[in-house]
T-cell receptor, first 112, second 114 residues
Framework: ELKVEQNPLFLSMQEGKNYTIYCNYSTTSDRLYWYRQDPGKSLESLFVLLSNGAVKQEGRLMASLDTKARLSTLHITAAVHDLSATYFCAVDIGYSNYQLIWGAGTKLIIKP | NAGVTQTPKFRILKIGQSMTLQCTQDMNHNYMYWYRQDPGMGLKLIYYSVGAGITDKGEVPNGYNVSRSTTEDFPLRLELAAPSQTSVYFC?????????????FGPGTRLLVL
């Protein structure tokens, strides 16, 4: 069974701290996406990782992909309240059905 | 450029009723998708389309139907609504599948079946 597992599923942290969200997947893939969802809102694309060793950074967020370990990380540096949201990773299994398999999401709360 | 729009935003259905969720995109994207998001869960793909006249089933298609007569529109039809279809439905589009193309999401339709 194809699985995408995120951990933790819930994270409460203080402003200024660093933390990492992990995304493990069970199938071969070299394409992984990170999305952000604010409460009651739609999903917004954050990063697209297309190869082993890919690293992307935007502001206080940095994502990386290790296809051999089937692992992606989303690192938050010096967290600020505005980063509070739910973060999803999605793995593209490609082939003929253009299907993304989504993780359950990590709900991140950043306290002042 | 409105992106992906969905209507309605919220709807309450009685068991056994039917309805159509509308989705329109103005980005001339070939690929369109319908997902459902249950509380505390990731998205599940219901149906997708790779172009006008071409649709295919995703992971959870039972109880739903789609059509794609134009590039812009991709309606989702619920027949005989059931409580298990209570969810938030998102429509998305992308220029191509896979590769480096991200999916752009609509605002969602919240559906409650009672």
């Amino acid at each position: 069974e194809l699985k995408v597992e995120q951990n933790p599923l819930f994270l409460s942290m203080q402003e200024g701290k660093n933390y990492t969200i992990y995304c493990n997947y069970s199938t071969t893939s070299d394409r992984l996406y990170w999305y952000r969802q604010d409460p009651g809102k739609s999903l917004e694309s954050l990063f697209v990782l297309l190869s082993n060793g890919a690293v992307k950074q935007e502001g206080r967020l940095m994502a990386s992909l290790d296809t051999k370990a089937r692992l992606s990380t989303l690192h938050i540096t010096a967290a600020v309240h505005d980063l509070s949201a739910t973060y999803f990773c999605a793995v593209d299994i490609g082939y003929s059905n253009y299907q993304l398999i989504w993780g359950a999401g990590t709900k991140l709360i950043i306290k002042p | 450029n409105a992106g992906v729009t969905q209507t309605p935003k919220f709807r309450i259905l009685k068991i056994g009723q039917s309805m159509t969720l509308q989705c329109t995109q103005d980005m001339n994207h070939n690929y369109m998708y319908w997902y459902r998001q249950d509380p505390g869960m990731g998205l599940k793909l219901i149906y997708y389309s790779v172009g006008a006249g071409i649709t295919d089933k995703g992971e959870v298609p039972n109880g739903y139907n789609v059509s794609r007569s134009t590039t812009e529109d991709f309606p989702l039809r619920l027949e005989l609504a059931a409580p298990s279809q209570t969810s938030v439905y998102f429509c998305a589009s992308s220029y191509s599948a896979g590769g480096s193309e991200t999916q752009y999401f609509g605002p969602g339709t919240r559906l409650l079946v009672l």
